[in-house]
């Protein structure tokens, strides 16, 4: 008998544990394991990519400032700029904010750009609390299992993914303009 209530038990904890998963209400692209955000745009008829890549590789710190962009390196050989982007997440219940930096990339070909925003790390700042930068993949792994490192986590992911695709946004209005 004692079997049978073991084996009752075993079930209704794999159901109630199985109710939490993924609570979130919204998506962050992930790609093996990674958060990735990629978005691609048509080229203009009267534009190349090599003109766009220039114009946007001189343009970046004007076109988003509040992301604080870093020196993009180009690659002419691949139509390619990679750089970095560091931004402010701000939580307003608590008055804590975290920095996020990302890694982007712009890729041409002759019809297309493709924008992609990767390696993300966070940076929380918290009153009396000193960290390093970590790799956001952790903390959304333990978020979306429902194990959130601190009640702030849902406020992050949703400014990482706000903050995200509205620099992409920015960027790809950029480029089709």
């Not at 919204?26 to 008829?45: A, D, H, S």
């Not at 750009?113 to 390093?132: A, C, L, R, S, Y």
């Given at each position: 008998m004692k079997y049978f209530f073991f084996f009752v038990f075993q079930m209704l904890w794999g159901i109630f544990s199985f109710a939490q998963y993924d609570t979130l209400?919204?998506?962050?692209?992930?790609?093996?394991?990674?958060?990735?955000?990629?978005?691609?745009?048509?080229?203009?008829?009267?534009?190349?990519?090599?003109?766009?890549?220039?114009?946007?590789?001189?343009r970046l710190s004007s076109v988003a400032p509040d992301y604080h962009p870093g020196i993009p390196n180009k690659n002419e050989l691949k139509q390619a700029i990679s750089g970095a982007i560091l931004f402010r997440v701000d939580i307003p219940q608590t008055g804590n904010y975290f920095w996020l930096k990302a890694s982007f990339r712009l890729l041409a070909?002759?019809?297309?750009?493709?924008?992609?925003?990767?390696?993300?790390?966070?940076?929380?700042?918290?009153?009396?609390?000193?960290?390093?930068?970590?790799?956001?993949?952790?903390?959304?792994?333990?978020?979306?299992?429902?194990?959130?490192?601190s009640n702030e986590d849902e406020a992050l992911f949703m400014g990482l993914d706000q903050k995200t695709r509205n620099f992409l946004d920015l960027t790809g209005k950029e480029i089709t303009e």
């Open positions: 209400k919204f998506p962050i692209p992930m790609q093996n394991g990674l958060v990735i955000y990629e978005r691609e745009y048509p080229l203009t008829k009267n534009k190349s990519a090599a003109q766009i890549l220039g114009n946007f590789a001189k070909n002759e019809n297309s750009m493709k924008i992609q925003v990767k390696d993300f790390f966070e940076k929380p700042i918290e009153k009396g609390v000193t960290n390093d930068y970590s790799k956001i993949e952790y903390r959304w792994w333990d978020f979306r299992h429902a194990k959130p490192w």
